[in-house]
T-cell receptor, first 116, second 112 residues
Framework: DGGITQSPKYLFRKEGQNVTLSCEQNLNHDAMYWYRQDPGQGLRLIYYSQIVNDFQKGDIAEGYSVSREKKESFPLTVTSAQKNPTAFYLC???????????????FGAGSRLTVL | SQQGEEDPQALSIQEGENATMNCSYKTSINNLQWYRQNSGRGLVHLILIRSNEREKHSGRLRVTLDTSKKSSSLLITASRAADTASYFCATALTGGGNKLTFGTGTQLKVEL
């Protein structure tokens, strides 16, 4: 089955530690995204990548880093510089290409990060 | 950044009733999408309506778009307990490329 796999589902981290969230897709999608969701709020875009070896900052990129070395993978590192990292993190992908129409996202099941 | 605002924030209805939730946005869009999120899970795409469309249907879902009022509504007819979830609108801004901006969501509870 095609889809997006996020791991781990739950993660606990001590303050001052970096942590990396994994996102893998087998949908052959070019574009991948990371969103953050806080309780009772909508999704905020952290980073996105439209093609391998290229990515752009979203609305709340400070304290986060990403890489896109393979089409299938878009890991997110939450660094110690992120002041309030406890949140639900969602990875998504799409087959969007500029000028080709609407961008419909397929989401993973999410990773819940708690900083102790 | 521009963000859709859903109304109401929470909605509780009985099974079999219709559920209506609204989304307002601020600037010109290419399309508007609705997503559903079950508690603690990822979002699932429900339906997309383009800026030149006024109404779309998909099964028990009906979406309307009024670009003059910068608003959209999602109607779920004959609701079921399994429809209990949060519903989000997402807007693709004109000239915004492939970025989607999500609203704050409506929490729908359908009671037996």
């Amino acid at each position: 089955d095609g889809g997006i796999t996020q791991s781990p589902k739950y993660l606990f981290r001590k303050e001052g530690q970096n942590v990396t969230l994994s996102c893998e897709q087998n949908l052959n999608h070019d574009a991948m995204y990371w969103y953050r969701q806080d309780p009772g709020q909508g999704l905020r875009l952290i980073y996105y990548s439209q093609i391998v070896n290229d990515f752009q900052k979203g609305d709340i990129a400070e304290g986060y880093s990403v890489s896109r070395e393979k089409k299938e993978s878009f890991p997110l590192t939450v660094t110690s510089a992120q002041k309030n990292p406890t949140a639900f993190y969602l990875c998504a992908s799409s087959s969007y290409k500029a000028g080709s129409g609407a961008n419909v996202l397929t989401f993973g099941a999410g990773s819940r990060l708690t900083v102790l | 950044s521009q963000q859709g605002e859903e109304d109401p924030q929470a909605l509780s209805i009985q099974e079999g009733e219709n559920a209506t939730m609204n989304c307002s946005y601020k600037t010109s869009i290419n399309n508007l999408q609705w997503y559903r999120q079950n508690s603690g899970r990822g979002l699932v795409h429900l339906i997309l309506i383009r800026s030149n469309e006024r109404e779309k249907h998909s099964g028990r879902l009906r979406v309307t778009l009024d670009t003059s009022k910068k608003s959209s509504s999602l109607l779920i007819t004959a609701s079921r307990a399994a429809d209990t979830a949060s519903y989000f609108c997402a807007t693709a801004l004109t000239g915004g490329g492939n970025k989607l901006t999500f609203g704050t969501g409506t929490q729908l509870k359908v009671e037996l």
